[in-house]
């Protein structure tokens, strides 16, 4: 492993979504947002974080870039809310634009809003939500990173994150069952087919730039004999990226016609991908901003649905995996679900020489991706790798060869790490490393 | 004087602290009704197991990565808040007043506990310069309040160990208290009635929601 310099203070990034709006804003719209916001669109959850904190810093802990940029005390989540909505309630939405432009690259980009905070907090302070409040503010301004607004905007004209078209699915679907079907013949991706047991739903990176996992799961769903389908129209994506811009009016037309396709294919359950924030966003928080207490059909996760094919023995491991491998476990799915031990259950079942992590589970530390914060674009990594060290050095410590990365953000922010601080591994979903061990009928 | 700090004064300051407690639960609970998770998705056992967690030190991790740290905050906690209920002196009041004992404990263990708070709180007060995140995100009234809590411990050590002649210490003793009644709904140390609140809210959102561990 190898550490690069950091720089002592932070460079000036550039970005047209924040850039050239912070050249036009009015400071008296803003002062209005922020009111507004703060009065109208939150209630005693804020008030009474606001009022409890005690300023003790023993959230500190908790976070990857403060223990990453040893304890600068700028990095503590703490700090974070007090240089961006302690200032805002504090001085009444009176900002100047040099406090805007430091709190929306701490709100965008200096918290992932993976909520590991609130377990060291010992009000249980849910400080990812206050970041929340603050995106929320943001987007309501319209001063979002451009590459981060550009993905909201897919999510809004066409319903998934990556500008695919209708068409280029359905194409992409029958290419990737037709790969399966060189080497596995009964391979199926079944289409539009009402009543089925599974509905089958990704993000939208999958079909663009992944598409070998379709082909993946299309072998072992056939494998293990259920019966699934897919949807051919809109409501296929998952993924929500207008969750993490604040734009949460988007967010909901977003989770409610994922939810919509669902009960219109009348399916049993959803059975999702590999990804936390999509978890997140179609169990949690779309529903809710939908006035839902939950989803109207259970959805599985991933981790959860490969638990449960290789505890029921629906598929066969014909030989363990074999290299050193590790895992990520990612924020929304196992601090954000509980799926820890399932993973690990998983991890054992498929692989020979698996090496856990140290903090795991719940006190893992996040990938340094999620919550919207790859999405922000090429231009910003740097922020997300100098804030990330102790991750490097976590996976480092494990010796393994491979991380397994059961979440898309995860998989690529991983990936990152692995090439900045030159830790020589891999990484894998665990769709990859299943269709490598199984056993195929 | 004495008798007036220790009559109408005290009554004045016990119907701030009550009322004003009162008020600002009332009030925050309306509130939360307009919430779309607050009150839909608590769950009294999860947010019980939660507080289990974190009242009994050493039961997450937080707590054992910092061992001197929450045997001082913990040993600060429960000396301030116990002191004052089971002093003996002050159940004697408690029964003129309200008609009521509560158990008492013997005064050279209160002493022990006086200066329990005392330490505790000096501890605090430069841990918030001495720490550079704490000092970070502390402004003036972060130091006043440390001064406000541990000032009746301070007067009232100081006057049951009769450093000054006549009523003065006593009188100080009762006024620190007031003070100190009489913030708590106004400022941070209203975490006093918050605490088992925002835990179990958090207790609830990771076991009852997410199926997962908070502690």
């Known amino acids: 492993m190898q550490v690069p310099d950091v720089p002592k203070e932070i460079p000036r990034i550039e970005d047209p979504g924040i850039d050239r709006r912070l050249e036009e804003i009015d400071l008296e719209e803003v002062e209005r947002v922020i009111v507004e916001t703060l009065d109208k669109e939150t209630a005693a959850r804020l008030k009474v974080y606001l009022e409890t904190c005690v300023h003790c810093g023993l959230c500190s802990e908790g976070c990857h870039y403060f223990l990453s940029h040893d304890k600068d005390p700028r990095y503590a989540p703490v700090s974070k809310v007090k240089q961006t909505l302690w200032e805002m309630a504090r001085r009444k939405g009176k900002v100047d634009k040099t406090f805007l432009r430091n709190a929306v690259r701490i709100a965008y980009l200096e918290c992932g809003a993976c909520r590991r905070c609130s377990m060291y907090c010992p ?104 019966d699934w389908t897919m949807p051919a129209t809109d409501g296929w994506d998952n993924s929500n990226m207008a969750m993490y811009s604040g734009d949460f009016e988007i967010m909901a037309r977003v989770e409610k016609l994922h939810w919509e396709t669902a009960q219109r294919l009348r399916v049993k359950r959803v059975v999702m991908g590999e990804c936390g924030h999509a978890f997140r966003g179609a169990v949690y928080d779309g529903p809710r901003w939908l006035g839902w207490t939950e989803p109207p059909i259970p959805m599985v996760h991933a981790i959860e649905f490969y638990y449960e094919l290789l505890k029921e023995g629906r598929i066969k491991i014909r030989e363990k995996y074999k290299k050193p491998i590790t895992v990520q476990d990612p924020c929304n799915t196992v601090r954000g679900r509980g799926l820890g031990d399932k993973l690990r259950y998983v991890m054992n079942a498929l692989c020979e020489d698996f090496r856990d992590v140290s903090p795991n589970q719940e006190h893992n530390y996040c990938c340094g991706a999620g919550g919207g914060l790859i999405n922000c674009g090429a231009n910003w990594k740097k922020i997300r790798m100098w804030g990330n060290r102790v991750k490097a050095e976590q996976l480092d410590a494990t010796g393994a060869e491979i991380v397994c990365t059961p979440c898309h953000n995860c998989h690529s922010g991983i990936e990152d790490i692995i090439g900045h601080y030159k830790l020589g591994m891999h990484v894998k979903f665990i769709s990859e490393i299943l269709v490598e061990v199984m056993e195929r009928p | 004087m004495y008798d007036f700090v220790s009559g109408p004064l005290v009554w004045v300051a016990f119907a701030v602290f009550i009322g004003g407690l009162a008020f600002k639960f009332v009030t925050t609970y309306a509130s939360a009704k307009g919430e779309k998770v607050v009150l839909p998705t608590f769950s009294g056992k999860h947010g019980l197991r939660s507080l289990l967690h974190w009242v009994v030190p050493f039961r997450n991790r937080n707590t054992r990565l910092r061992p001197i740290f929450t045997l001082i905050s913990f040993g600060f906690h429960l000396c301030l808040l116990a002191t004052p209920l089971f002093l003996m002196a002050h159940n004697v009041l408690w029964h003129r007043a309200f008609g009521v004992r509560l158990p008492s404990i013997p005064d050279p263990l209160a002493d022990v506990m006086t200066v329990i708070v005392v330490l505790g709180g000096g501890f605090f007060f430069l841990r918030r310069l001495a720490v550079p995140v704490v000092r970070y995100v502390s402004d003036w009234k972060d130091f006043v309040l440390v001064l406000v809590a541990v000032g009746p411990f301070v007067t009232g050590f100081a006057s ?56």
């Open chain 1, 123 to 226: 009000f249980g302070i849910d400080i990812a939500y206050l970041t929340m409040v603050v995106r929320r503010i943001f987007h309501k301004l319209k001063l979002v990173p451009q590459y981060l607004q550009d993905t909201v905007n897919s999510h809004a004209v066409t319903m998934n994150q990556m500008w695919v078209q209708q068409d280029e699915w359905i194409d992409t679907l029958q290419w990737q069952e037709e790969e399966t079907r060189d080497e596995y013949p009964a391979a199926r991706i079944p289409l539009e087919k009402e009543g089925a047991e599974i509905m089958y739903s990704v993000i939208g990176p999958e079909p663009k730039i992944l598409a070998q996992l379709l082909g993946n799961i299309s072998l072992i769903m056939t494998a293990a004999g259920y």
């Open chain 2, 160 to 215: 049951h160990q009769q450093l000054l002649p006549g009523d003065t210490l006593l009188i100080l003793h009762v006024v620190s208290g007031v003070v100190w009644l009489m913030v708590i709904p106004f400022t941070r140390i209203v975490h006093m009635m918050w605490y088992p609140f925002t835990r179990a809210f958090m207790g609830s959102e990771f076991g009852y929601v997410r199926h997962a561990r908070d502690w």
